[in-house]
């Protein structure tokens, strides 16, 4: 057990408090250390996590430590690892216009260019799922394809990245681009999207850079 990825968590815990992700207890944030996932318990308080709070799990959902109940959500954790090599950290929310997006949208276009940069050419949103199944996690994994976003029907929004700021940038973002989507649509019959080929140029360019680092 590596005492520098539960603070690492805790950590991320707090710094989400400062946005407007997350409802209560709702979410949840895991990190990989090579096969053991550390992620949060399910329905605590973030201002009250600590270290002792974070639960340890192998990629099957064995708890390896912690005293408290693993997250609902371990399944969805467990197979975005599997399958994305590239991704270290995971953030689940419940955030305002990806839960609006989710309801009504098949998928939402990256208008602006740090969507198409950070979130991918476009944000889809995955078929529906139970909160905690097994479908729930592989129509994540499905939906989100290569990007670093996809929303969940009918529930939320599930972002990655190497690091908790990356996935942090990817939920702003996402939520920004919805943002300007929707309100859009109230001014204009006309929206102005990015070229298909810009928007892979741009996304490329983000990932070339995002490796070099
Ligand atoms: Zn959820």
Known sequence: MKNIYKLKLVKACKELLNYDLVKGTWGNLSILDEKLIYITPSGYDYRKMTPEDICV???DGNKIDGKRKVSSEWI????IYKKRKD???ILHTHPQYSSLASVCL????S???DTAMICGENVYIAKYG???SKELAENAVKYLKNNHAVILRNHGLVTVGETFNEALSAALICEKNIFIYTESKKISDIIFEI???KLKELRQKYLEYYKQK
Not at 76 to 79: A, G, K, M, Q, T
Not at 106 to 109: A, D, F, R, T
């Open 57 to 59: 799990i192998d990629i």
């Open 130 to 132: 139970d909160p905690g």
């Open 195 to 197: 070229p298909e080929k």
């Open 87 to 89: 991704i270290k950290f």
């Open 76 to 79: 969805l954790h467990s197979e």
């Open 106 to 109: 098949e998928k939402v276009p």
């Open 111 to 113: 208008l602006i260019e």
